[in-house]
T-cell receptor, first 112, second 114 residues
Framework: GAGVSQSPSNKVTEKGKDVELRCDPI?????LYWYRQSLGQGLEFLIY????????KSGLPSDRFSAERTGGSVSTLTIQRTQQEDSAVYLC??????????FGPGTRLTVL | GQQLNQSPQSMFIQEGEDVSMNCTSS?????WLWYKQEPGEGPVLLIA?????ELTSNGRLTAQFGITRKDSFLNISASIPSDVGIYFC??????????????FGKGTHLIIQP
């Protein structure tokens, strides 16, 4: 079946603009996770959804970052007033009730 | 945020050599995972470890979950060119709401010299 998909694959934006990143999880997966990967670094956990609720938002780096999930499926990560330090690859993963997390290909965000 | 201590950062080896990498943590995890990431792609799960002391193999890959639940190693035997990539360890905890987000190491970059 189809894996996790993310869009766009690449996004270049100007400092101060808002961006929206989209994640389509594997069908039927109840848990959805967002991570950020900066150049040469491991993945940093941002937020986790179980269904439409977010039990753990502890990883969001600032209040400019928010995420929502509707219908227990698609999720959107929004970054407001982007800064250059927001440049990274944003990865989404989904899992079936806490089992193995399957990752999407990521969105590479570049803030000029 | 918290990260696992993964070493080595990079490895330059000859094709056919064995590879060993490890991760340590100051805190306990319920599950240890090893992922491989290739350029432009998301990480792909190689091996998952669920029990302290567990030793698990997947083809030429072998991984062990430390008895203290604070460390793990991954071995690759008889390396081949397609093993090139970045290998990440990750730890996972389970809370009342389900599985928490993964905590990752910084990765081991495996380079195979011709």
């Amino acid at each position: 079946g189809a894996g996790v998909s993310q869009s766009p694959s690449n996004k270049v934006t100007e400092k101060g603009k808002d961006v929206e990143l989209r994640c389509d999880p594997i069908s039927g997966h109840t848990a959805l996770y967002w991570y950020r990967q900066s150049l040469g670094q491991g993945l940093e956990f941002l937020i986790y959804f179980q269904g439409n609720s977010a039990p753990d938002k502890s990883g969001l780096p600032s209040d400019r970052f928010s995420a929502e999930r509707t219908g227990g499926s698609v999720s959107t990560l929004t970054i407001q007033r982007t800064q250059q330090e927001d440049s990274a690859v944003y990865l989404c993963a989904s899992s079936q009730s806490g089992n193995t997390q399957y990752f999407g290909p990521g969105t590479r965000l570049t803030v000029l | 945020g918290q990260q696992l201590n993964q070493s080595p950062q990079s490895m330059f080896i000859q094709e056919g050599e064995d590879v060993s990498m490890n991760c340590t943590s100051s805190s306990i995890f319920n599950t240890w995972l090893w992922y491989k990431q290739e350029p432009g792609e998301g990480p792909v799960l190689l091996i998952a470890l669920y029990k302290a002391g567990e030793l698990t193999s997947n083809g030429r890959l072998t991984a062990q979950f430390g008895i203290t639940r604070k460390d793990s190693f991954l071995n690759i035997s008889a390396s081949i060119p397609s093993d090139v990539g970045i290998y990440f360890c990750a730890g996972q905890r389970f809370s009342g709401g389900g599985a928490d987000g993964l905590t990752f190491g910084k990765g081991t970059h495996l380079i195979i010299q011709p």
